[in-house]
């Protein structure tokens, strides 16, 4: 089993502030799950996220990739 991440730890990987990936959550944009009262996230659902975004910007720019 792979180690869920804290949205703190999310986070910090992404450069930003906490409130900002509540936010992502919140909307949907990032998967995550609750234990508890606190949230956790995938490895993979904030890889796909990642990737998401990524495909987004390179259309949104006409980039190849």
Same mark, same amino acid.
């Given at each position: 089993?792979?180690?869920?991440?804290?949205?703190?730890? &999310?986070?910090?990987?992404?450069?930003?502030? $906490?409130? $900002?990936?509540?936010?992502? &959550?919140?909307?949907?944009?990032?998967?995550?799950?609750? &234990?508890?009262?606190?949230?956790?996230? +995938?490895?993979?659902?904030?890889?796909?996220?990642? +990737?998401?975004?990524?495909?987004?910007?390179?259309?949104?720019?006409?980039?190849?990739?």
């Amino acid at each position: 089993m792979k180690k869920l991440l804290r949205l703190c730890e &999310v986070a910090e990987l992404m450069a930003c502030s $906490t409130r $900002t990936i509540y936010r992502l &959550v919140s909307s949907g944009e990032l998967l995550a799950l609750q &234990v508890s009262q606190s949230w956790r996230v +995938d490895p993979s659902d904030l890889q796909s996220y990642i +990737d998401r975004q990524k495909q987004q910007h390179a259309e949104d720019y006409g980039f190849n990739g």
